[in-house]
């Protein structure tokens, strides 16, 4: 039994399989746009701030 997941870009139902070339997305045109969104830097990965007490001038 293929296991079913949304396509990241419209949310259609899609078959994990090796049939399926555009996986996770449900076609092309899915993934041309999510490549798109990263391109314009859409997307994030959250930075995290580090504490005061471990900036440079405290080093010995």
Do not use: H
Not at 1 to 19: L, Q, R
Not at 27 to 55: M, N
């Amino acid at each position: 039994m293929a296991t079913v997941v949304d396509c990241p870009t419209c949310g259609k139902k899609v078959e994990w399989t090796e049939k399926n070339k555009y996986r996770p997305f449900c076609s092309e045109r899915c993934k041309q746009i999510d490549l798109g969104a990263w391109a314009e830097e859409k997307y994030a990965i959250p930075a995290a701030t580090p504490p005061k007490d471990l900036d440079d001038d405290n080093l010995p």
